[in-house]
Nanobody, 126 residues
Framework: QVELVESGGGVVQTGSSLRLSCTVS????????MGWFRQAPGKEREFVAG????????RHAESVQGRFTVSRDNAKNTMYLQMNSLTPEDTAVYYC???????????????????WGQGTQVTVSS
């Protein structure tokens, strides 16, 4: 059974940084395209960033481009999301997800991801 566990969320002030981690167990992490999504209160879940099986394949949503950086460490079965210059608009529950198909290098659509974590809360105060 594949399990994804996020960590690193918290309450921070505007302009601060956080690094989220997503550790995968029970599967072959290196073979999964991985993604970060977030869901703010009253809003739909949205794609934030993702990293493909080939480490050069990365995508970031426009809203986080230049502030967030996704990465992965296959030796540690872990994906990261470095978040800088946080604003209150970044407040959300952040989820990591793993895709089992490599048809798309870095999927941005939720339905293309098979496994999901339970989420970690990020709150940015003004």
């Amino acid at each position: 059974q594949v399990e994804l566990v996020e960590s690193g969320g918290g309450v921070v002030q505007t302009g601060s940084s956080l690094r989220l981690s997503c550790t995968v167990s029970g599967g072959t992490f290196s073979s999964y395209p991985m993604g970060w999504f977030r869901q703010a209160p009253g809003k739909e879940r949205e794609f934030v960033a993702g990293v493909g099986v080939l480490l050069g394949s990365k995508r970031h949503a426009e809203s986080v481009q230049g502030r967030f950086t996704v990465s992965r460490d296959n030796a540690k079965n872990t994906m990261y999301l470095q978040m800088n210059s946080l604003t209150p608009e970044d407040t959300a529950v952040y989820y990591c997800a793993a895709a089992t198909s490599r048809a798309i290098a870095v999927p941005t659509v939720q339905s293309l991801y098979t496994y999901w974590g339970q989420g970690t809360q990020v709150t940015v105060s003004s």
